[in-house]
């Protein structure tokens, strides 16, 4: 671990192979509270077992075979997301448990994209602070698998945040609110599956 808030805070690369978790004695990856770790891989990261965080911000990319599941696991640990690439098969699994998980805007933020593999962004609010929200303010992308976004509370896509997904379903399930800014699409040639426990707000649904 480290306390570094740089940029390059952590950077791990399986050049033929995967990262993996070895245990949960501890957090796999810490840096200080804004730091970033970029994490490379060819098979796998956190595969079968999510590879634990405490970071600031995360760019995680998976070339082959494997799945990426990565949980933040700090106490009011908020994740920004900065590119997160699955060009295998495997899902993506990105997850808060108790902090705001943000998708980053461009031109540094790259999305999140996968290809047939299900993609799912999940905020929660282990301390029940109302602080478990997702923000999508760049592109979630998936070929044909199922793209799910939950939230403890609020789910919100800016203008820039558009959800497509050539086939697969689109779910979203907020605690709270959805908020959709005018001009964002959650775009697919599935279905659309959307529940809130307040209040829906749409840009467009197609």
């Avoid at 060819?42 to 949980?71: K, M, P």
């Avoid at 993609?119 to 999508?136: F, H, K, M, P």
């Avoid at 964002?184 to 649904?205: H, K, P």
């Amino acid at each position: 671990q480290t306390t570094s808030n740089a940029s390059d805070a952590v950077t791990v690369t399986a050049r033929a192979g995967a990262i993996s978790d070895a245990g949960d004695t501890d957090t796999d990856i810490v840096t200080g509270a804004s730091g970033q770790a970029t994490l490379n891989a060819v098979t796998g990261i956190g595969s079968g077992n999510a590879i634990e965080t405490s970071l600031g911000t995360l760019d995680v990319t998976n070339t082959a075979s494997g799945n990426i599941q990565i949980r933040e696991v700090a106490s009011g640990g908020d994740l920004d997301i900065l590119n997160a690439l699955q060009s295998g098969a495997g899902t993506l699994i990105i997850r808060t448990l108790d902090g705001i998980l943000t998708v980053l805007a461009g031109p540094a933020g790259a999305g999140v994209s996968a290809q047939s593999g299900a993609v799912t962004l999940d905020a929660q609010d282990a301390g029940g602070s109302g602080n478990g929200d997702l923000v999508l303010n760049n592109t979630v992308t998936s070929t044909s698998g199922k793209i799910n976004l939950d939230a403890a509370n609020d789910v919100i896509a800016d203008a820039n945040g558009d959800v497509t997904s050539t086939s697969g379903e689109i779910e979203v399930s907020a605690g709270d609110n959805l908020e959709m800014a005018d001009g964002t699409e959650f775009t697919t040639g599935g279905i659309i599956d959307v529940d809130a426990g307040n209040n829906v707000l749409l840009g467009s649904l197609n």
